[in-house]
């Protein structure tokens, strides 16, 4: 059996908010993925689409899943399927986030934020998602991490 020391906390940077991960697979095996700008790393890379709302901290995980997947895609999705938390960096934050199956998905009208108007969707094959991780093209930890996790679970 593994034992874990107990040490005295270092000092992290703290984040309250909490974070939702959505996998919108669609009946036909395919996964939807969005593309925007991100600053910090000047350049736009696809990943799952994921968010928060600020606004409302305690809000239901899955509301704000249903929200995101509807605000980023414009999709709605008949069945989400709880598949798990994950911490983002544990070693220096306790932001976490929640992850979310979408299936039964059903087309609507995406409505992103300000921030989020140069985002894009499209669909891939899981192949391809696998391809574009080994070739460094999805660098997004959270997908990455997501993407594995449900792959484990059998989920996709």
Do not use: C
């Not at 939807?32 to 991100?38: A, F, I, K, N, S």
């Not at 606004?55 to 899943?65: T, Y």
């Not at 921030?115 to 894009?120: A, K, N, P, S």
């Amino acid at each position: 059996m593994r034992s874990a020391a107990v040490m005295a906390p270092a000092a992290s940077l703290v984040l309250s908010k909490s974070l939702i991960v959505i996998v919108p697979l669609g009946d036909d095996g395919r996964l939807h993925l969005v593309q925007q700008y991100r600053y910090p790393v000047g350049g736009r890379y696809w990943e799952l689409p994921q968010g928060s709302w600020e606004q409302a901290p305690g809000a239901d995980p899955l509301e704000v899943a249903r929200g995101e997947l509807r605000e980023e895609t414009g999709l709605d999705a008949a069945k989400m399927t709880y598949a798990g938390h994950l911490f983002e960096a544990y070693g220096y934050s306790n932001q976490g986030y929640h992850v979310f199956l979408a299936t039964g998905l059903r087309q609507g009208e995406a409505t992103p934020e300000q921030e989020e108007q140069d985002l894009v969707t499209e669909i891939f094959q899981l192949r391809e998602i696998e391809q574009m991780i080994r070739a460094g093209e999805i660098k997004d930890a959270t997908t990455v991490a997501t993407f594995g996790l449900l792959r484990l679970k059998g989920l996709l």
